[in-house]
């Protein structure tokens, strides 16, 4: 099969061909399947990505798991070699997938600006509108989801830098203050963080929406500034970068021009994770971030990396995922970032995920008949 973009194909495959199959338990997957099902049903049904898979598609397969509670790794593996086809995602041209991850950082936050806590966290703004191609000025790229209304004008939202230097003050959109510009930007980058207030409350900030300009690795910029070693760049090199040049910080940061809004949500349960893209909770180490454009949350993935060992102990990672996230550097077929879980812990597991890695999607066998 084809796909519409004609960028890369779907061969079938067999489970025997999945290197690692047998060894994994994806039992943990039959919650976070029971939270789409809900959502599709009573909420809203996911909108299909340009493979063609429909929320239809997937409540086959989330209507066979309903209620059930594997009592094992080979029980749980099961359900999925009676229910799905694999397909292994071919890319044109030979080039493997890619793999990087992304946590939900915890910050030390205040509820009121102070001289140390002076960098904040916004909520989506009044004047910041969704974009399609009903409503999206001629001169405004595609990809521009968002924009400003003003004066019944439609235009480009304020960039990064202009949102630093105070576009926003004086507009009761603050939930909360961070210490640093830094740790804000991260947070950014994430999409969702837990917040630590000095009382010793825990709050939970999640993506409401962004200003709408393309995002820009500022990874990139150091590399090919000769600043960083594109070998061992990483989220702690960057990081430790920018804290020991403050002169540069702002420059270095507003070259990536997207910037981030969001709401407070719940933390009632520590142990999961944020709502993201798909609007249920990411369960840590088995929740996939996709480019949506491509392909419909939901789905279960099947990721193999031989080179991404740190997060199994030193063995290649084989692990069986839901598709439950986006992102604005989440750009193809065979591209994913791998939810590792809240906390610093999760972070530097994070943080250094640059993997060439095999995509292989699981779909339920009805809707596999498309597909050859």
Same mark, same amino acid.
């Given at each position: ?215 820009? *690795? /500022?990874? +990139? =910029?150091?590399?090919?500034? !000769? ?9 702690? &090199?960057?990081? #430790? ?47 996939? *971030? /996709?480019? +949506? =454009?491509?392909?419909?949350? !939901? ?9 991404? &060992?740190?997060? #199994? ?60």
């Amino acid at each position: 099969m084809t796909s519409p973009s004609q960028e890369f194909r779907l061969e079938p495959v067999t489970f025997a061909d999945l290197k690692g199959w047998e060894e994994d338990d994806p039992s943990s997957l039959f919650r976070a399947m029971k939270d789409c099902r809900t959502h599709i049903r009573d909420v809203k049904p996911y909108r299909a990505g340009a493979v063609g898979l429909t929320a239809d598609d997937l409540l086959t397969l989330l209507d066979a798991a309903e209620g059930k509670e594997p009592r094992s790794a080979a029980e749980a593996r099961a359900f999925f070699e009676e229910h799905c086809q694999p397909f292994f995602i071919r890319r044109d041209g030979g080039a493997t997938g890619f793999v990087t991850a992304f946590f939900e950082p915890e910050i030390e936050v205040s509820a009121e600006p102070t001289e140390t806590y002076r960098y904040p966290f916004y909520r989506r703004p009044d004047d910041l509108i969704d974009l399609d191609d009903s409503n999206r000025p001629a001169q405004l790229d595609s990809s521009y989801m968002f924009g400003r209304l003003r004066n019944g004008i439609i235009s480009t939202y304020p960039d990064r830098g202009e949102i630093d230097r105070g576009y926003l003050e004086g507009k009761g959109l603050e939930i909360a203050w961070a210490k640093s510009k830094v740790d804000v930007f991260f947070v950014h980058v994430q999409g969702a963080a837990r917040l630590r207030y000095p009382d010793g409350r825990l709050g939970r900030i999640t993506y409401a929406a962004k200003a709408g300009h393309p995002f820009s *690795a /500022v990874g +990139r =910029l150091l590399i090919d500034r !000769g600043l960083l070693d594109r070998t061992t760049i990483s989220m702690q &090199t960057i990081r #430790d970068w920018l804290y020991a040049h403050p002169e540069q910080v702002d420059e270095v940061l507003w070259h990536n021009r997207s910037y981030i809004f969001f709401r407070e949500a719940d933390v009632s349960d520590p142990a999961l994770g944020p709502i993201a893209a798909a609007k249920v909770p990411l369960l840590a180490g088995r929740s996939l *971030a /996709v480019d +949506r =454009l491509i392909h419909t949350f !939901g789905f279960p993935f099947f990721i193999r990396s031989e080179s991404l &060992t740190h997060l #199994d102990a030193g063995k290649p990672f084989a692990r069986l995922m839901l598709a439950l996230d986006t992102g604005s550097a989440i750009v193809g077929p065979a591209r994913g970032d791998i939810f590792t879980g809240s906390g610093y812990d999760a972070g530097e597991l994070a943080g250094t995920v640059r993997n060439d890695a095999d995509f292989y999607i699981l779909i339920p066998k009805a809707a596999a008949q498309r597909f050859g």
